[in-house]
């Protein structure tokens, strides 16, 4: 059997109403205004001149190898081998390159150090996006005869792949500073 609805003019539907009002009072703006949380500025420490020339050491390094599974991808991509196979292989270069990039700081206060971060960057970026961009053009080679043109162009990964072995001969030379791996490295503008 139903239950019978109080009339709104009735006591009984006043009382529900009241009850209501009391729950759902967590649901209702507060007067006060929310307390302003102060910001927390860590200071994070420059890391020295040996520790910052190895962390440019060890991602030049994997930077290295990984241009070499890099080059095979792009020759697959240029003799046109199916997606399925080269697309496997591509994806985790991407993603580890930008992933390199994001282990190096943002900024070095060393000039010389902060150059090679720089170029190290830059290069980093570069692999990716030729990658991806490969990849890109191997996908919609069949609608243009300009896009199957630019596919047979690619060849390696061009002057930043000799930036960077040309970069890790320097962090690798015995005796060399930073400043003197960074004359050699630098890129034409």
Known sequence: MLAAVP????E???????????????????????PAVEPVLLEVPEPPAEEARRTLLRVAAEALILQDEADAVLAGVRTRQH???????????????FAMRDLLPQQYADPDAERLRAVLDSILHH?????????????????SERIAEQVD??????????????????????????????????APS
Do not use: N
């Not at 006043?14 to 929310?34: D, E, W």
């Not at 292989?89 to 580890?96: E, F, K, Q, S, T």
């Not at 990964?157 to 930073?178: F, I, R």
């Open 7 to 10: 009339r709104r003019d009735s």
């Open 12 to 34: 009984q539907f006043q009382a529900c109403m009241l009850g209501v009002r009391c729950h759902m009072a967590f649901f209702r703006r507060r007067g006060q205004p929310i």
């Open 83 to 97: 997606m399925g196979v080269l697309a496997p292989r591509a994806g985790p270069l991407v993603r580890r390159f």
């Open 127 to 143: 692999h990716a996006l030729l990658l991806s961009m490969a990849l890109d053009l191997l996908a919609y080679e069949w609608r």
């Open 153 to 186: 162009a690619i060849d390696g990964m061009g002057a930043p792949g000799g930036w960077l072995e040309d970069l890790y001969a320097e962090l690798t030379a015995p005796g060399t500073t930073a400043s003197s791996a960074s004359e050699s490295a630098k």
